[in-house]
T-cell receptor, first 111, second 112 residues
Framework: DAKTTQPTSMDCAEGRAANLPCNHS???????VYWYRQIHSQGPQYIIH???NNETNEMASLIITEDRKSSTLILPHATLRDTAVYYC????????????FGKGTKLSVKP | DTAVSQTPKYLVTQMGNDKSIKCEQN?????MYWYKQDSKKFLKIMFS???????INETVPNRFSPKSPDKAHLNLHINSLELGDSAVYFC???????????FGPGTRLLVL
């Protein structure tokens, strides 16, 4: 089972920031938080990941709370092409490496 | 250049047939995976290979047999196809077992 909880769906206006929350209250100290998205049945696309510190790349920012029990993915200026299902994943195990996908959040960016 | 590629993109076949799906990655990764996404859109790991060795074999019927001829390829062979095998199958690769995984475009399998 997925170790994360996300809202089923969210809407965002085009050009505004999209803030996608994720709860992972049982996360262990050495487990990373990964974010992927899947646009209309394409292959999942890696977005960003982090352990403790906030992270930023060309796609998004990841804010992880100090207790690491939750995080927020921020798309700073959402476009229509950002409409997708966003998955927050806690990477389990040091040796196995498999990703356990939950149901994700369906983000709809509206004009 | 496509980083992770899969062939075929679509596969329609009859029950009882045997089929293969191929995956190739040109990222130089040493770990590859197969995931299955069913009609309810749940994405689940099936197998992972590290340096051509099977690492993960989730509860998958033994009709499914992965084969890794080299580190750049991981093929999935399915025997005696059943209706419930209809799904989208995604291949992925990563630099090591803990590296970030990059996914292929998927193979849409429909068993009639």
């Amino acid at each position: 089972d997925a170790k994360t909880t996300q809202p089923t769906s969210m809407d965002c206006a085009e050009g505004r920031a999209a803030n996608l929350p994720c709860n992972h209250s049982t996360i262990s100290g050495n487990e990373y938080v990964y974010w992927y998205r899947q646009i209309h049945s394409q292959g999942p696309q890696y977005i960003i990941h982090g352990l403790k510190n906030n992270e930023t790349n060309e796609m998004a920012s990841l804010i992880i709370t100090e207790d690491r029990k939750s995080s927020t993915l921020i798309l700073p200026h959402a476009t229509l092409r950002d409409t997708a299902v966003y998955y927050c994943i806690v990477r389990v195990g040091r040796s196995q490496g498999n990703l356990i996908f939950g149901k994700g959040t369906k983000l709809s960016v509206k004009p | 250049d496509t980083a992770v590629s899969q062939t075929p993109k679509y596969l329609v076949t009859q029950m009882g047939n045997d089929k293969s799906i191929k995956c190739e990655q040109n990222l130089g990764h040493d770990t590859m995976y197969w995931y299955k996404q069913d009609s309810k859109k749940f994405l689940k790991i099936m197998f992972s290979y590290n340096n051509k060795e099977l690492i993960i074999n989730e509860t998958v019927p033994n009709r499914f047999s992965p084969k890794s001829p080299d580190k750049a390829h991981l093929n999935l062979h399915i025997n005696s196809l059943e209706l419930g095998d209809s799904a989208v199958y995604f291949c992925a690769s990563s630099p090591g077992l803990r590296g970030t995984q990059y996914f292929g475009p998927g193979t849409r399998l429909l068993v009639l």
